[in-house]
T-cell receptor, first 112, second 115 residues
């Protein structure tokens, strides 16, 4: 069975600090992985996607994620947090049926 | 342009009302989705339409009735809802409905309150 686990339902960082949001997956087939961001009272916006090309994926707003097959991970990072990064972040795994399997989400808070 | 437009943004309805949610995309996508999202939870898939035909119904109660009038439009008809149906309803679209490379683009959602 396929699954996604996001470690930490809430992460708090100071403005300018490194952001690290963790995502681990389980899949018996080569995975296609996504990170979405959801700002308050909005829908989900695609940050970046991994589709088996480069293992280091760059996304919008300065975010990037590295696919590590040996660790079954796809962690999201940003070198320097900004107040506007405060949001809910979802890691998702695409399955053969076209469905998205979401993690439980991580709420990112940024302190001034 | 990767825009999915949902109307209305907010909806308040009584348990005996009938209302509809609307979703529109002009990206030429052939798959459209309805999700339900409760606060602090990931979206839960409700329905998938592929080439205007219902392809997935995730055992959703019949008080929710989807409709796909054409390839650009998706409606969700609501009738006799319960207070526990209050949630954010998200629409999404993608080029196709199958294949792991499918990228789903989401609308801003309709915030539904059932009184």
């Amino acid at each position: 069975a396929q699954s996604v686990t996001q470690l930490g339902s809430h992460v708090s960082v100071s403005e300018g600090a490194l952001v690290l949001l963790r995502c681990n997956y389980s899949s018996s087939v080569p995975p296609y992985l996504f990170w979405y961001v959801q700002y308050p009272n909005q829908g989900l916006q695609l940050l970046l996607k991994y589709t088996s090309a480069a293992t280091l994926v760059k996304g919008i707003n300065g975010f990037e994620a590295e696919f590590k097959k040996s660790e079954t991970s796809f962690h999201l990072t940003k070198p320097s947090a900004h107040m506007s990064d405060a949001a809910e972040y979802f890691c998702a795994l695409g399955n053969q049926g076209g469905k998205l399997i979401f993690g439980q989400g991580t709420e990112l808070s940024v302190k001034p | 342009d990767t825009e999915v437009t949902q109307t209305p943004k907010h909806l308040v309805m009584g348990m005996t009302n009938k209302k509809s949610l609307k979703c529109e995309q002009h990206m030429g996508h052939r798959a459209m989705y309805w999700y339900k999202q409760k606060a602090k939870k990931p979206p839960e898939l409700m329905f998938v339409y592929s080439y205007e035909k219902l392809s997935i119904n995730e055992s959703v109660p019949s008080r929710f009735s989807p409709e796909c009038p054409n390839s650009s439009l998706l409606n969700l008809h609501l009738h006799a809802l319960q207070p526990e149906d209050s949630a954010l309803y998200l629409c999404a679209s993608s080029q196709e409905s199958s294949g792991v490379k499918n990228i789903q683009y989401f609308g801003a959602g309709t915030r539904l309150s059932v009184l």
